[in-house]
């Protein structure tokens, strides 16, 4: 790539980007070193010196190498790219990368997973961070959420709370990444405003199959002002272009073994292959004067907008191209911050959003070590940047001159401030006339009608992933109070949530509270996804000396998008020449999205043992699953032959779109729930 085609963060990050390949060593002084294996001592067997600078060095630095983890968020993975836009937006807001089309914004995007250590497994159970720093010519924007859209809390004071209860518990920390534990339902219980987000987080939205296929959401209500400065309150989204998909909660839990780093490594190694993922941004939009026209109060981040009545309008698309070069320089180091805005975008009152102001640069002083964290390379605008601000820990830029104050004579009273129409920041003068209390707005008080539409938009599959969750965590819960009071409160959710999870637990099913609201809002059941079959994962599974045609099969998987591996014995290659991508024992069916058998019954008794176990396994998961040539014998064999999702022949006619179905419920639903 010429430097040309690089777009200006990646021209920036040029600078700083070193390769030693090939250079001499030397120590940080730049003294090239003769020797770095044995340290300076006095004598061949005696101590060492201290007078070994370049053992002291090394030493300090590598004991120097660890920061704090983030205290939320902590484990993540990252990814360069760009923003376009389809249309302009300017009626709505001045930020300039909104109102150009031809601007390619470059971003860079920290993934997460929300309770767990930075060393945790990728599929906890969990709400995932999707967190947007755009690097616009204004400065940096960044859209710091979540791939859930609703928050467990009202207001920002109760986030220590809530996250001491999530995270492992403090005598002994145990579990790890995990809210199936007693003090986190307790808090559920005893907060009863979590409700709604509980929901999401007990849904299969807390599972994704991949990053690449999970929906993001700003949460908060921001505002949109345009030149003339007027205001309209927004909701941000990020729409996956693959659609949205999650595994199943046994596999959710045996990736976690096999490969904790799933979903790490599926973003590396799409961008690597060249399989970009992409997001659509959206935008839902209400008029300054319909601030009240709604049920809930649209300040409230445990609510979120129906789409069905605030439509998400698609402005644009962000697509990941580059994996970073150094995941500490710049995936441990990036710094987000709700509060970094551009003109022509704003906050609101949310009550949430006004106490992450503060704490996300309170918490980037202690993680990186001071105020110059702007100054590192991957948080630098693009912009050129000059204020009054100097030194402290690891200070880079050298202000040249005398001057470092506001206003000044000497320098020309600059740097100066820029006039709002010549594209200066300035709030949005909202008017407040109000008394200084401690209290919540009377219109954040309805904790439940939201939860109980969330669950009413469920599919019967959804519904029952949903109660086998709560299930699940409450029966780890050790104390049976914290049982009862949580099916308690999801009573006043929805009976058939609550009465279903109570009898798993042995409880008596409590009261129904309803009426319950029939309110449906269609676009949260991920079974009204897009549904494509690129990049999903296959096992094409054959024995090293059987006959039939693998490349055959696996050509035609690849010509449709598919990503294949061949799975057998061993690794190496097949009599047919064909090269083996993993064997049984590096394999597992939790780490496809499909598979297809080929070898029939001259294959070895180790592939008709292994490939059945796999077989099984898929087909419990209720994958797709295929056969070629006398892989049908195997199939036939199990049982599956003719069960929804079977195909008997992947060669004839197309694969592909049994793959893009993701799974097929209803083998699920014709057997019987776990809580009978
Ligand atoms: Fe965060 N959050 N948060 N959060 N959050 C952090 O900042 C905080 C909230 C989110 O990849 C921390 O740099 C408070 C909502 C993401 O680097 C910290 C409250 C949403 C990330 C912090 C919230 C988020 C963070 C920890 C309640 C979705 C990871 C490390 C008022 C809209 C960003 C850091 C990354 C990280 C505070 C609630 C998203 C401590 C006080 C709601 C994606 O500052």
């Known amino acids: 790539m010429t430097n040309q085609d690089k777009n200006s963060k990646q021209q920036q990050l040029d600078q700083f980007r070193v390769n030693d390949q090939d250079q001499a060593l030397t120590t940080n002084q730049g003294l090239k070193m003769a020797e770095d294996e044995f340290s300076l001592k006095a004598g061949e067997r005696g101590p060492t010196l201290i007078e070994d600078f370049h053992f002291r060095e090394k030493m300090t630095h590598f004991d120097h190498e660890r920061i704090p983890e983030r205290i939320v968020h902590a484990r993540g993975e990252g990814a360069h790219g760009e923003f376009e836009l389809y249309e302009s937006l300017e009626d709505y807001t001045k930020a300039e990368f909104l109102n150009d089309t031809s601007k390619k914004t470059p971003v860079f995007v920290r993934f997460s997973t929300v309770a767990g250590s930075r060393g945790s497994g990728d599929l906890a159970r969990d709400a995932r961070g999707f967190a947007t720093k755009f690097y616009t010519e204004q400065g940096n924007y960044d859209l710091v959420g979540n791939n859930i859209p609703v928050f467990f809390i009202q207001d920002a004071i109760k986030f220590p709370d809530l996250v001491h209860s999530v995270k492992p518990e403090p005598h002994n920390e145990i579990p790890q990444a995990a809210s199936a534990h007693d003090t986190f339902w307790d808090f559920v219980a005893n907060n009863q405003e979590s409700a709604h987000m509980v929901m999401w987080t007990m849904s299969d939205r807390a599972i994704p199959r991949s990053l690449r296929m999970m929906e993001g959401f700003g949460v908060h209500t921001f505002r949109l002002i345009n030149k003339e400065g007027k205001s309209h309150f927004v909701k941000f989204h990020w729409k996956p272009v693959l659609g949205t998909h999650a595994v199943v909660w046994d596999e959710a839990q045996k990736i976690n073994g096999k490969n904790p780093d799933f979903h790490r490594e599926d973003l590396w190694q799409s961008i690597e292959n060249g399989d970009f993922p992409e997001w659509e941004l959206g935008l839902q939009i209400i008029a300054q004067e319909d601030e009240f026209k709604f049920d809930f109060d649209i300040l409230d981040p445990t609510k979120l907008w129906p789409e069905e009545d605030v439509p998400v309008k698609l402005v644009g698309k962000m697509t990941l191209n580059r994996n970073p070069d150094n995941f500490f320089a710049e995936t441990e180091q990036v710094a987000f911050h709700p509060g970094h805005l551009v003109p022509g975008i704003d906050f609101t009152n949310d009550p949430l959003l006004q106490g992450r102001l503060f704490s996300y640069t309170d918490t980037q002083l202690i993680r990186l070590g001071g105020p110059n964290f702007h100054e590192l390379p991957i948080n630098r605008p693009v912009c050129p940047f000059f204020n009054n601000q100097r030194d402290g820990y690891g200070r880079q830029t050298i202000n040249v001159g005398r001057v470092s104050y506001h206003k000044n004579s000497l320098a020309n009273n600059t740097p100066h401030t820029t006039p709002e129409e010549e594209g200066g920041f300035s709030h949005y003068e909202e008017k407040i006339d109000a008394r200084k209390v401690r209290a919540r707005s009377e219109s954040f008080k309805d904790h439940f009608s939201q939860a109980t539409m969330f669950f009413n938009s469920m599919s019967e599959v959804e519904k029952k992933h949903l109660i086998d969750a709560m299930s699940f965590e409450l029966g780890k819960c050790k104390e049976p109070s914290i049982r009862e009071q949580v099916v308690e409160m999801f009573s006043h959710v929805h009976i058939d949530l609550a009465g279903p999870v109570a009898e798993s637990l042995g409880l008596p099913v409590p009261t129904e509270k309803g ?124 049982g599956f032959t003719g069960e929804p999702g079977v195909i008997d022949d992947v060669l004839s006619g197309s694969f592909a779109d049994t793959v893009a179905k993701h799974r097929f419920w209803e083998r699920e639903l014709g057997g019987e729930s776990n809580n009978k």
Do not use: C, W
Not at 541 to 563: E, F, I, N, P, R
Not at 618 to 632: C, L, R
């Open 515 to 638: 009426p319950y609201s029939d309110k449906k809002s269609p676009a949260l059941s991920m079974l009204n996804t897009k549904m494509k079959p690129d990049t999903r994962k296959v096992a094409v599974l054959t024995s090293v000396h059987a006959s039939g045609d693998v490349q055959a099969v696996v050509d035609s998987l690849k010509s449709a998008g598919l990503q294949v591996e061949v799975v057998a014995e061993r690794q190496g290659k097949l009599d047919s020449g064909l090269e083996i991508d993993q064997k049984f024992l590096t394999a597992d069916s939790v780490l496809y999205d499909a598979v297809v058998a080929v070898a029939g019954p001259d294959a070895s008794n180790v592939y008709k043992k292994e490939a059945s176990t796999f077989l099984q396994e898929a087909f419990d998961h209720v994958k797709p699953i295929g056969s070629s040539g006398d892989g049908k014998q195997l199939l036939e064999h199990l």
